[in-house]
């Protein structure tokens, strides 16, 4: 041990301690499926892990500075490795969400199961502070020289990641609307984010979303305790389910049951009692803004009302129907709400697995739910769909589509030039989506009984469709490509028979103008319940539904847009 305290010693001590710091960054580097294939992304994400690991050292001692670290950094260490042993990725809200959730038995059976990994942690720790306390000399970290070369380079590596971060949101986000003003509020948030993927701070954000998260979860809750529809249950005792499923970023245009050039929905282009809806728009172009428009009875121009009533979900659970929620998604707290008031969840995200997960991996589990010994049965599922990346929502079998964007093309790959490989890719997660509707109507098929399936998504997306050159979805446009969404109706030989007059207004009502508003309605008339509640004209089961020719969707700013059902002609 006396060889550290020499000048030498010292230095060598340093570069230990330094690298079991940066250790998890090295891991993420070499890891990370987001940075996969990409060494100049890997090389960008060390420098500046590795310019806020130092950060500190501008201003506090060595000593002081390793100790602080320690506490800070190393004692964190875990969390990241796990992530991105389990998951391949940083840290995010789930994977907190999942150690907060956790109780004393789960983590302890969790962590005897990985003993040796805890020991050799604990060892690691104990050997850092110990040198870092007895060995460490307590002086300036940097010579002066040093430390204002750090305080140059800082500002020049935030010059290099603002005018990357401007050109992407120039190329990918600009319409003829679109400011500078804009542009620039899209990069602050855009390098915000980046903080989210670097270690230490994106465990520290991680669990402040937590944190965040569930207080809203709690106000929500308190702001609605009382709140009632006033359903009554339905008394017969014959068995039903209904299912709505809510996909990600799916456009009507790209279905080939809709008339595409493509085969993308091989399987449901075959499937017995299915209607698919020709004119239906979303209420908003941003999921976040989207769902809570199709689980409450507010709209585009009546936003606040998600916030003031009940869900769907909970509109069944007045009626007397056994609610469970399916997800792939990340959890917002609104969703968080509408869980919590469930009987039964599946989150798909808070899985540990070191196997990607798919929205086909929702199925077995879906299964499951189906067979409880509930009479009466309402199951809403978000699926990840087609959300950006693309080629992230299917595994590798499933390309069909060919070359397709992959993981060695990064965001600003995503330019006109490049337009077959997005398309390409895009297309295979349709397809993909058409496997998973698809095993989830197989699955109601073999239960059988009175079952009915409702399909939308929560909004469209862009391609480089026309001379716009509009890619993604959120625009300030709202354009048709991604207001119009694709709307299906699947049910039973046995639903039929016990509601022939709803199948066949399904059926006549499939070329009315409508919006993602019919769900709220729909779905609670297509069980049979009887409220005051229910608006006719908001039904797809009744012939009283309305057919309209304008209606507002929210765009990114979240700005009620009037959207004119005239331009779906112009957009096929």
């Avoid at 060598?12 to 993420?28: G, R, S």
């Avoid at 855009?190 to 207080?215: G, N, S, T």
Wanted: with cysteine.
């Amino acid at each position: 041990m006396d060889f550290f305290k020499s000048k030498k010693g010292e230095m060598c001590l340093v570069a230990i301690l330094l690298l079991l710091l940066f250790f998890p960054n090295i891991v993420v580097a070499v890891m990370a499926e987001e940075l996969d294939g990409f060494y100049m992304k890997k090389l960008a994400y060390l420098l500046v892990s590795l310019a806020g690991v130092f950060v500190p050292a501008i201003i506090l001692k060595r000593k002081a500075y390793f100790i602080f670290e320690g506490v800070f950094t190393l004692l964190i260490a875990p969390i990241e490795l796990g992530s991105m042993f389990w998951n391949h990725t940083t840290t995010k809200f789930m994977m907190m969400d999942t150690i907060f959730s956790s109780n004393w038995n789960e983590a302890v059976e969790f962590l005897s199961s990985l003993w040796v990994y805890v020991i050799l942690f604990l060892i690691v720790v104990a050997a850092y502070f110990f040198l870092a306390i007895k060995y460490v000399r307590n002086e300036s970290f940097f010579p002066p020289k040093v430390r204002k070369l750090f305080l140059v380079s800082l500002p020049m590596l935030f010059l290099v990641g603002f005018l990357y971060f401007f050109t992407l949101a120039r190329s990918l986000i600009t319409s003829e609307e679109t400011t500078i003003a804009d542009n620039l509020l899209d990069v602050k948030n855009m390098m915000v984010q980046k903080f989210h993927k670097i270690f230490p701070f994106d465990v520290y954000i991680a669990a402040d979303e937590v944190f965040e998260h569930r207080a809203e979860v709690r106000e929500s809750q308190a702001l609605l305790a009382g709140f009632s529809f006033g359903i009554q249950p339905k008394l017969d005792e014959e068995e039903e389910t209904l299912v709505l499923v809510i996909g990600e970023t799916a456009r009507w245009k790209s279905f080939g049951i809709n008339g595409y050039q493509r085969n993308t929905t091989p399987r449901l282009s075959d499937q017995k009692n299915l209607v698919s809806y020709s004119h239906l728009v979303t209420q908003a172009n941003l999921t976040s803004h989207s769902v809570p428009l199709i689980l409450t009875r507010a709209d585009a121009l009546h936003r606040d009302m998600a916030d003031k009533e009940k869900s769907l979900s909970e509109a069944f659970a007045e009626a007397g129907f056994q609610t469970s929620w399916m997800s792939s998604q990340v959890l917002t707290s609104y969703q968080e709400r509408i869980i919590a008031a469930c009987d039964n969840s599946v989150i798909l995200d808070k899985v540990i697995s070191q196997d990607k997960l798919y929205d086909l991996d929702l199925v077995p589990k879906f299964d499951e739910l189906l067979r409880q010994s509930a009479k009466k049965k309402f199951i809403v599922i978000h699926s990840m769909g087609s959300h950006f990346k693309y080629n992230e929502r299917y595994p590798a079998d499933s390309v069909f589509f060919k070359p397709s964007f992959d993981n060695t093309m990064d965001f600003l790959a995503a330019s006109s030039e490049n337009a077959e490989y997005l398309i390409n890719a895009y297309d295979n997660s349709i397809r993909y989506t058409d496997a998973f509707l698809s095993a989830l109507i197989r699955k109601l098929e073999a239960k059988g009984g009175v079952w009915s399936m409702v399909y939308l998504s929560d909004h469209g997306e862009n391609l480089y469709d026309d001379d716009r050159k509009l890619v993604l979805h959120g625009t300030l446009v709202v354009s048709a490509y991604e207001a119009h969404i694709p709307f299906l109706v699947a049910y039973s030989d046995e639903y039929q028979t016990k509601y022939p007059e709803k199948v066949e207004n399904i059926k006549a009502n499939q070329a009315h103008n409508l919006t993602s508003g019919v769900v709220f309605h729909s779905m609670l008339d297509m069980a049979g319940i009887q409220s005051d509640v229910i608006v006719d004209s908001l039904c797809i089961g009744k012939d009283q539904l309305m057919d309209l020719d304008k209606s507002y969707v929210l765009n990114g700013n979240m700005e009620p847009v009037l959207f004119d059902f005239k331009q779906l002609g112009n957009a096929k």
